[in-house]
């Protein structure tokens, strides 16, 4: 079993929904970590979180600690945040990451 | 704003052949980290380096991969003897903090190395 999930795979989404990107861990860690990868291979780090709530312009991100679980929203999607968006978590344990899959996101004009 | 580059872009190399590959962190960086890529697959971590030492590998760097930091500006990932299942793109990063702490990392654009 992977030590973090991602979900969906792929989403499609109209310009200016709501987005929501789930990921849930199953190892302790001391950082959650969203990470934006762009068409053409670079990543881009969004946020990290150890607790609570953080927001960057549309974007939010929230971490629930006790069900080891992250999600990452998108007010008012654009066409431009179409990318690959990738949940880590650094392990509790370790100065290491472990990755997610990533979701894919499409939004489309 | 002060960003990680690497070098090259797109390496190709013959198996067996060595690979040097080359990034230039954030000046005022301590921490250092490699990653790979392979193909639609998810991002691995590799390795860390702060003061000089690795602090944290995976299990993927084997003996076959090394890292420097041979002088105040570059950092390199070695391998020694590459095989078909290295081709990967590679993704530097570096940070203030460690992996733990809340500063970011930030990723330079990789270098894409493919074995023939």
């Known amino acids: 079993k992977n030590e973090v999930e991602q979900s969906p795979q792929n989403l499609t989404a109209q310009e200016g929904e709501f987005i929501t990107i789930n990921c849930s861990y199953s190892?302790?860690?001391?950082?959650l970590h969203w990470l934006q990868q762009h068409p053409g291979g670079g990543i881009v780090s969004l946020f990290m979180?150890?607790?609570g709530k953080k927001k960057h312009g549309r974007l939010i991100a929230t971490i629930n600690i006790q069900e080891k679980h992250s999600s990452l929203h998108i007010t008012a999607s654009h066409p431009r945040d179409s990318a690959v968006y990738i949940c880590?978590?650094?392990?509790?344990?370790?100065?290491?990451?472990?990755f997610g899959a990533g979701t894919r996101l499409t939004v489309k004009p | 704003e002060p960003e990680v580059t690497q070098t090259p872009s797109h390496q190709v190399t013959q198996m067996g052949q060595e690979v040097i590959l080359r990034c230039v962190p954030i000046?005022?960086?301590?921490?250092f980290y490699w990653y790979r890529q392979i193909l639609g697959q998810k991002v691995e971590f590799l390795v860390s380096?702060?003061?000089?030492?690795?602090?944290?590998k995976s299990e993927i760097f084997d003996d076959q991969f090394s890292v420097e930091r041979p002088d105040g500006s570059n950092f390199t990932l070695k391998i020694r003897s590459t095989k078909l299942e290295d081709s990967a793109m590679y993704f530097c990063?570096?940070?203030?903090?460690?992996?733990?702490?809340?500063?970011?990392?930030?990723f330079g654009d990789g270098t894409r190395l493919s074995i023939l």
């Open positions: 990063a570096s940070s203030e903090q460690g992996l733990r702490s809340n500063q970011p990392q930030h």
């Open positions: 190892v302790g860690i001391s950082a």
């Open positions: 979180l150890s607790s």
């Open positions: 880590a978590a650094t392990r509790r344990n370790n100065n290491d990451m472990r």
């Open positions: 000046s005022n960086h301590l921490y």
């Open positions: 380096f702060y003061n000089n030492e690795i602090s944290e």
